[in-house]
Every structure is written in structure tokens, then in C-alpha cells.
T-cell receptor, first 112, second 114 residues
Framework: QKEVEQNSGPLSVPEGAIASLNCTYSDRGSQSFFWYRQYSGKSPELIMFIYSNGDKEDGRFTAQLNKASQYVSLLIRDSQPSDSATYLCAPPGGNNFNKFYFGSGTKLNVKP | DTGVSQDPRHKITKRGQNVTFRCDPISEHNRLYWYRQTLGQGPEFLTYFQNEAQLEKSRLLSDRFSAERPKGSFSTLEIQRTEQGDSAMYLC????????????FGPGTRLTVL
């Protein structure tokens, strides 16, 4: 079983819609979760983190965490073409939760 | 620019040659990480340092790979006797020891082995 599972997509949504990106993880000890955005040919950029069950909102982005279900999601409201990228979920893992296990990412296409 | 920097940004080499990459982390960060990313995959952890100590290495890091962070500041990643399978983007990230441990990535070094 992979440490992190994400739907590779592509997920296509029209401009202005809500994009929902999902991630499941296997390590029950993971306490904090990070979402990165990666444009084609660029390096990952941190956009959000969450460490408590429930929702965390930051502008158009909302992260949702359910530790019991080992599930974390990212909602992007009012999607823009500039949001088109690959979104990577990264729960820390390893002996001291010092390294990130990245999923393969979900590719999001926002169509104008 | 106070972000993570990497050099070179691109490297083309012939199979069997040795290559070395450099990473300069954010100056206050005492943790430094190396990842490798191939097309269509997320970054794979290779190794990390806390100050100058290399605390963990992935089994992906074969004997041909070595990383150093001699003074706890910049780090180098060397690949000896490169193989075509080493072609990838090599990413460096840094973070604080304390806090949530969010990692900030450099622009990466794209390696092509011919």
C-alpha cells in the first residue's frame, strides 16, 4: 500500500466552479498535512497546511482533514485558469515524521 | 532573494560521468532535504540533514549517490557513474526544526543522462 494515494486526474472544471482534490494516507501517526501546487516544469509551492480535524480556510482554498478516515482534501472555490496545475498532498512520515511522502498528485485543468 | 537556490538548473551529461549539484537553503533553516522527481510522479525522498548531520537516507539512494552538508549551510548531492535512469529533477527543500516542519522547495536541477 502506498503511503499516499491521490487521483491522478486530470480533473477538469470550468472557470468559477469549485474544484475538489482528495488524498488518502496510510500512516495513522501523521499529524499535519501539506498541500503543494506544482506548475508544469516548476518546483512544488506550499499553499496550505492543516493539522486539526475539520476545515481550514485560506482565501479561495479550504483544506479538510478527517484523521479517523485518514483522508484530507483541498477545495478551490471560484477556480481560475491560473489554478491549473498539479496538486500534491504531503503527509509527513518516517521515524520522526521528518520527511514528506508525496502522492503522485492530481492534475487540475480549469477551463475558461 | 531569500528562498532556496539550486545550481545548476540544468545538467546534461553522458552515461558514466559524475555530476554534483548544490543547494543553498533559506538561511535560518537548519533542515535540508533532497528529493528526486520523475515525470508524472510526486517527489521521492532521498535524504535529509539537520545542521551538518545526515539523519536519514532512502533506500533509493544507492552507493553511487552521496550527499554532504559540511558546515550546516549549503549541501551538495553527487551522483557517480551516472545512468540513464538517473535522469530526473532533483529538488532541494529546507525547513525549521521547530514548528510544523513545512518545507520550502528550490527551483530544482534537471538532470539528463544521455
Amino acid at each position: 500500500q502506498k503511503e499516499v494515494e491521490q487521483n491522478s486526474g486530470p480533473l477538469s472544471v470550468p472557470e468559477g466552479a469549485i474544484a475538489s482534490l482528495n488524498c488518502t494516507y496510510s500512516d495513522r501517526g501523521s499529524q499535519s498535512f501539506f498541500w503543494y501546487r506544482q506548475y508544469s516544469g516548476k518546483s512544488p509551492e506550499l499553499i496550505m497546511f492543516i493539522y486539526s480535524n475539520g476545515d481550514k480556510e485560506d482565501g479561495r482554498f479550504t483544506a479538510q482533514l478527517n484523521k479517523a478516515s485518514q483522508y484530507v482534501s483541498l477545495l478551490i472555490r471560484d477556480s481560475q485558469p491560473s489554478d491549473s496545475a498539479t496538486y500534491l498532498c504531503a503527509p509527513p512520515g518516517g521515524n520522526n515524521f521528518n520527511k514528506f511522502y508525496f502522492g503522485s498528485g492530481t492534475k487540475l485543468n480549469v477551463k475558461p | 532573494d531569500t528562498g532556496v537556490s539550486q545550481d545548476p538548473r540544468h545538467k546534461i551529461t553522458k552515461r558514466g560521468q559524475n555530476v554534483t549539484f548544490r543547494c543553498d537553503p533559506i538561511s535560518e533553516h537548519n533542515r535540508l532535504y533532497w528529493y528526486r522527481q520523475t515525470l508524472g510522479q510526486g517527489p521521492e525522498f532521498l535524504t535529509y540533514f539537520q545542521n551538518e548531520a545526515q539523519l536519514e537516507k532512502s533506500r533509493l539512494l544507492s552507493d553511487r549517490f552521496s550527499a554532504e552538508r559540511p558546515k550546516g549551510s549549503f549541501s551538495t548531492l553527487e551522483i557517480q557513474r551516472t545512468e540513464q535512469g538517473d535522469s530526473a529533477m532533483y529538488l532541494c527543500a529546507s525547513s525549521f526544526v521547530t514548528g510544523l516542519g513545512e518545507q520550502f522547495f528550490g527551483p530544482g536541477t534537471r538532470l539528463t543522462v544521455l
